[in-house]
């Protein structure tokens, strides 16, 4: 089980603390915020890297595939209408290497979205999320 503590700040700023870890999120200045933080949406898209990244270094680690960097790319599209939720998220695996084999990052990331990341599974219950692998030696 999850718990978070959300204190409000004022106009529409809040103190998140999770796990003993504090973040601020706001809204932008149109909607009544004053960009202290980022939107909570958009935070959505930092668990969703956290969550597939961790599993791809896991999976690779035990698979004895070395890279050199690995980063992840993520853009959210949401719907015109309230609520604008994300209709459809594109993620990009980006490795770096001298040694990088294609077939076990593939197997890698895919096993990441399709059956061990739980981000990417909520996500996918609202909207399309794409992902793509990008290697350079």
């Not at 076990?104 to 219950?125: D, F, N, P, R």
């Amino acid at each position: 089980m999850a718990h978070t503590d959300a204190r409000w700040r004022g106009d529409m700023s809040f103190e998140l603390e999770l796990q003993g870890f504090k973040q601020i999120v706001d809204a932008d200045p149109s909607v009544g915020g004053k960009n202290q933080g980022p939107t909570p949406k958009a935070l959505m898209l930092n668990a969703l890297a956290g969550c597939t990244g961790m599993d791809v270094v896991a999976i690779l680690n035990k698979m004895q595939m070395p890279f050199d960097r690995f980063e992840i790319k993520i853009d959210g599209e949401t719907t015109d209408s309230h609520p604008k939720v994300f209709g459809k998220i594109d993620v990009v695996y980006q490795f770096w290497g001298s040694e990088l084999d294609e077939s076990k990052i593939e197997k890698a990331c895919k096993l990441s979205q399709t059956k061990y990341c739980g981000v990417s599974a909520t996500l996918q219950e609202a909207g399309e999320v794409n992902w793509r692998i990008e290697l350079n030696p």
